[in-house]
């Protein structure tokens, strides 16, 4: 074979191999290419999906210098769904400022009640968790205990304790259900009442003062600078005691209260009859046998301290524990309270703040005394 011919042979393998070697190069450095792509995405995802695990993950920091966290379950909407049969009317207790409140009882025979926030509120995902973290924080044996909560998609929940006899007005208010409560059961220890919604206090520190265009409460029961201007502080809460604590004596609703002789709401009346040294005759019929007469007309003054129309004139709730443990103890008189007349309710806001009102809050575990 001649010269040519070999180095011909010769240059066509070498070329077939570096052919070969490239091919192998390229696929290798495409296929490590596409490797780093995948492995970029995949790592991404989950870096994305850790993250989001992170944010629904609620730390309950202790709020008496305990050594352990506070516990929050994390329910499975699977397992409210079923405890709830599926969110029924049927199982509908309440309506509140940011949605349904459904009776509902797991598998174990434990019965609770479910806070269903609508997913059209403003409540988001931090607010909520917000929410969680001070009521955790919060427990207290007057207070509806947290057993947990439900963060799952859109769905936003909050899992409580249930309160078998329901809210307080359902005993002060039915006809056939109010003997049941005579004066000793209303204002002291023998009930165990319990709140189920910590009101406006519970999201500011100490004197703070917030102003809001997002109105919620229940009507009757809102301070006037609350519902007029959307400015609210402790003294809001203040009100709104007062308001429970005249309805409690009188057994009749502020929202909705109507007079044959004027057009006065509860608040009013009282005030009226205050003014006019009667005060006792806005003591609940019920209640004439088992009451005494100083201590109603008491806590007849103290509930109208607490309604009168200026803030700053309504005692805080500390004074008001000294006013009603203090029999002795002179009191201030009470002022004009504020939405004494019927007409006030009739008020207006802006079109672009939100009104969202809520049931009332308080309930009532039983009936037996607590000492």
Request: aromatic letters at 10%.
């Amino acid at each position: 074979m001649a010269h040519g011919e070999l180095e011909s042979i010769a240059y066509a393998k070498r070329k077939k191999e570096v052919t070969m070697i490239a091919s192998i190069l390229i696929s290798a450095i495409l296929g490590m290419t596409v490797w780093c792509v995948v492995s970029w995405y995949i790592f991404n995802f989950k870096v994305a999906k850790r993250q989001a695990q992170l944010e629904n993950m609620i730390y309950i920091e202790p709020a008496g210098g305990g050594e352990d966290d506070q516990d929050v379950t994390l329910f499975n909407i699977s397992a409210i769904s079923a405890a709830t049969n599926n969110f029924s009317l049927d199982n509908q207790i309440g309506q509140g400022g940011f949605g349904p409140v459904y009776q509902g009882q797991f598998p174990d025979g434990q019965n609770i009640a479910v806070k269903r926030l609508s997913q059209n509120s403003y409540q988001g995902i931090q607010e909520f968790k917000n929410e969680v973290t001070l009521i955790a924080q919060l427990q207290h044996r007057n207070l509806v205990k947290l057993l947990g909560c439900c963060i799952q998609g859109e769905e936003r929940m909050l899992v409580y304790e249930y309160m078998p006899n329901k809210s307080v007005d359902q005993f002060i208010f039915d006809e056939a259900r109010k003997i049941l409560l005579p004066w000793e059961k209303r204002f002291d220890n023998e009930m165990n009442p319990k709140i189920s919604d910590f009101g406006l206090a519970r999201i500011f520190e100490n004197e703070r003062e917030e102003t809001t265009r997002r109105v919620i409460g229940t009507h009757g029961y809102m301070s006037p600078e609350y519902v007029m201007d959307g400015h609210y502080s402790m003294k809001s809460d203040v009100y709104s005691f007062g308001v429970l604590a005249i309805e409690i004596i009188s057994g009749q609703r502020n929202w909705g209260f109507h007079h044959p002789d004027h057009e006065h709401n509860l608040l009013g009346h009282a005030w009226a009859l205050w003014k006019e040294g009667r005060a006792l005759e806005l003591m609940d019929p019920f209640l004439e046998e088992s009451s005494n007469e100083t201590k109603i007309s008491r806590c007849i003054q103290v509930g109208l301290l607490c309604v009168q129309h200026r803030a700053e004139g309504r005692p805080t709730m500390s004074e008001v524990v000294s006013m009603l443990q203090d029999e002795h103890g002179i009191l201030a008189e009470p002022g004009e309270p504020g939405f004494f007349r019927i007409r006030s309710f009739r008020w207006t806001v802006p079109a672009s703040w939100d009104l969202n009102d809520s049931v009332n809050g308080l309930t009532v575990t039983t009936l037996t005394g607590r000492l």
